[in-house]
């Protein structure tokens, strides 16, 4: 009868991972959108919704009206980055 030449190797309790979750900014400054399109995906509110802006139970970020994205800093708390949509090209928000 012959034995294993070569003992058995210990296990590892490593080697797992999850897969990443796409998040992040899906529409840029500028960008042309129409109602529903999703304009942030993220946790926690990394952005907040400005003006025409919807946010989804998951903080994703959507547009209510079709426009351009704008990104701004909320005048009253200026940590605070908001989006928003403009409805011409040309124009900013506060």
Not at 44 to 54: L, W
Not at 71 to 88: E, H, M, T, W
Request: with cysteine; glycine share 14%.
């Amino acid at each position: 009868v012959r034995w294993a030449s070569k003992k058995s190797g210990g296990s590892s309790r490593n080697g797992r991972d999850s897969a990443g979750r796409r998040l992040g900014v899906k529409k840029f400054g500028g960008q042309e959108v129409i109602p529903g399109n999703i304009i942030v995906r993220q946790r926690g509110t990394k952005f907040h919704a400005g003006d025409h802006v919807g946010m989804g139970k998951d903080h994703t970020l959507f547009a209510l009206e079709p426009g351009y994205v704008r990104f701004y800093k909320d005048p009253a708390q200026p940590k605070r980055r908001c989006v928003g949509i403009a409805f011409s090209r040309e124009d900013t928000l506060p």
